[in-house]
């Protein structure tokens, strides 16, 4: 009984390993680098909503619809008449 008590707990242990972040804690200069990261992904978000509000989007990038798991519909090609 004990030997499956001891199991159980090591398993458990083993399935919670590392998915929590890093086992670390990061250096001054990869605080620095995060967050210098994030405020760049944040301008460039707040960029794209204020393009979008606009109307003006890149041709480069496609349109994406703002709640995740809804997809556009697909545009039919046109056919030329001959």
Do not use: I, N
Not at 27 to 35: D, F, I, L, V, Y
Not at 39 to 54: D, F, I, N
């Amino acid at each position: 009984m004990r030997r499956l008590v001891v199991a159980m707990l090591v398993s458990v242990w083993l399935l919670g390993c590392g998915l929590k972040g890093p086992l670390y804690l990061p250096t001054p200069e990869q605080e620095r680098e995060m967050a210098e990261r994030k405020k760049r992904l944040e301008e460039r978000e707040q960029r794209e909503k204020q393009q979008q509000q606009q109307g003006q989007m890149s041709p480069q990038q496609p349109q994406q619809s703002e709640q995740p798991g809804q997809s556009q519909p697909a545009q039919q090609p046109q056919q030329s008449q001959q």
